[in-house]
């Protein structure tokens, strides 16, 4: 049994959708976006070797790492090795994404603004070639 499963804060939630994430994925909406408040809380947990595509948030997200190991990388620069207790600030548009390292689970609160054009524009997956790269 691991750290997740023994302790985990809320519960997983529904499966994640094949189109955007590449393995598997649990995702719990916490706080849906509603008229007090321009933002919406969720949940994800990433089992081992899952992560998102890559992709853009129009008004910028959150990320509070509560478990595991993760990554977070942009788009030309360095992938940022997480764990819990991080905290990642994600600029508005920057191309990026986020998942768990090969060998552990990763979970992270995610708070998405919302915006005219929707809280995320979903792109293409993290190729296996720059993945494995990560050590
Ligand atoms: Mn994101």
Redesign the pocket.
């Known amino acids: 049994m691991n750290t997740e499963e023994k302790i985990a804060i809320f519960p997983k939630g529904d499966q994640g959708s094949a189109d955007y994430f590449n393995g598997t994925a649990w995702v719990k909406i916490l706080v849906p976006k509603d008229q007090t408040g321009n933002y919406s809380v969720g949940n994800v947990v990433f089992e081992p070797g899952c992560r ?1 595509n890559w ?1 853009t ?1 129009a008004t910028g ?1 959150i ?1 509070l790492v509560t478990d595991g190991k993760g990554w977070y990388q942009e788009k030309g620069q360095a992938a940022r090795s997480l764990v819990k207790g991080d905290v990642v600030v ?1 600029p508005i548009d920057v191309v ?3 998942g768990a390292a090969k060998d552990s689970s990763f979970t992270h609160i ?1 708070i998405t603004n919302n915006s005219p054009e929707g809280p ?1 524009k979903w792109m293409y997956r993290v190729s296996d070639e720059d993945y494995n790269q990560l050590p």
Do not use: T, Y
């Open positions: 998102n992709h948030h997200q990320l994600i990026h994404w986020h995610v995320v």
